[in-house]
């Protein structure tokens, strides 16, 4: 059984293809983050323009890529949302074209299910599981008990925690998209120099709020000199700071509904330091964590085609008039 997996839901066009819902054929991401880098971060107009450019292409590659031809293509999973309203209807409006070309089906699939479930790409996660889903435009903890059997325990109420690290470097200057740049700098860094403040972190809840983080580290900054001496200190503990935040309350969630399986997903599961603090802290409770590879954290096209694999074997596809959304909601 072969699966197209598209994912525009931002500034990546992506396209993968899974074959009977384990064996990835061909996985392929554009990233536009040269486009966006001056402007120092996404320019939502610019990235629906360029996936409208770039699909077409990269549907032909994918399947050069996979070795096979169209027609071998039994349905297609594509972001319905969230994600940027223009960029999401871009995949979605050539898949659309495609499933009535073909005569296939589609499969709409929520793109932060897909971050949750990218893991089983690599392993087989028992459920229930707690899923961590951090990136650049959402940060939420979930209880998965199975395909579209999910509760929201709590998210953000106002930054993502990728965006944190994206608004920090632009204010910086350091470059864009700031999550890679932030860890490569904090490598040579001391995470204890500085204190910041790890907001709501003994609320009696699973939300986060980025925000006041970054102001107080934007507040730091602006009362004293950085240099090119402390710069990677100062980094580093904001990186720490963040991390501790997202460590414990994930964890608490583990522990106090009893689940001892902890999947963590979205672009800023790539860093490593967030790996090592979840691996310490989750080997000390006896937790099992998992982590996808950086290439399945980060948007991709594989992970909506696994999504979409298991609709379609439970022959749950999608009407082809299926709207896009810039948000989603979890029932
Ligand atoms: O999942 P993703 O590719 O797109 C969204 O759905 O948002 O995540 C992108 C986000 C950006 O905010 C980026 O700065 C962050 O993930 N990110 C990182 C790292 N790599 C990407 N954050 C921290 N450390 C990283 N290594
Ligand atoms: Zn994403």
Redesign the pocket.
């Given at each position: 059984m072969i699966i197209l997996g598209i994912d525009t839901?931002?500034d990546?066009t992506s396209f993968a293809v899974l074959r009977n819902g384990r064996e990835l054929l061909a996985n392929l991401v554009s990233s536009q983050i040269d486009l966006h880098r001056v402007f120092g971060g996404v320019v939502p107009e610019i990235a629906s323009r360029k996936h409208v450019e770039l699909v077409d292409q990269l549907y032909r590659e994918v399947l050069q890529n996979a070795n096979l031809s169209g027609k071998s293509i039994q349905a297609i999973g594509v972001t319905s949302g969230p994600?940027l309203i223009g960029s999401v209807l871009m995949g979605l409006c050539f898949a659309k074209g495609l499933s009535l070309s073909l005569g296939i089906p589609i499969i709409g699939v929520n793109?932060i299910e897909a971050?949750a479930m990218s893991i089983l790409l690599e392993y087989d996660v028992e459920f229930p599981f707690i899923a961590l889903v951090?990136?650049?435009?959402?940060t939420i903890i979930l209880r998965i008990d199975d395909f579209g059997l999910y509760k929201v325990l709590g998210s953000t109420r106002d930054d993502?925690?990728?965006?944190a690290?994206?608004k920090i470097?632009k204010f910086l200057g350091l470059g864009y998209?700031?999550?890679?740049i932030?860890?490569e700098m904090s490598k040579e860094g001391k995470p204890d120099h500085v204190f910041f403040p790890r907001p709501m972190i003994d609320d009696n809840n699973y939300d986060f709020s980025f925000s006041g983080l970054k102001t107080a580290m934007i507040n730091y900054i602006k009362k004293y000199n950085v240099n090119n001496e402390n710069i990677s200190d100062i980094l580093s503990s904001f990186?720490e700071a963040a991390f501790d935040v997202l460590a414990n309350k994930t964890l608490r969630a583990a522990k106090n509904i009893g689940i001892p399986r902890i999947v963590v997903g979205?672009?800023?599961a790539?860093?490593?330091r967030?790996r090592a603090i979840f691996h310490e802290r989750c080997s000390k409770d006896r937790i099992d964590v998992f982590f996808s590879s950086?290439e399945f954290?980060?948007?991709n096209g594989a992970m909506v085609a696994k999504v979409a694999h298991h609709y379609y074997v439970t022959n749950k596809t999608s009407p082809i008039d299926i709207a896009g959304y810039s948000r989603m909601k979890f029932h």
């Open positions: 839901s931002c990546d994600g793109h971050h951090v990136s650049g435009g959402h993502a925690a990728g965006e690290f994206d470097a998209p700031g999550g890679r932030i860890e990186q979205g672009g800023v790539s860093n490593g967030l950086p954290c980060t948007d």
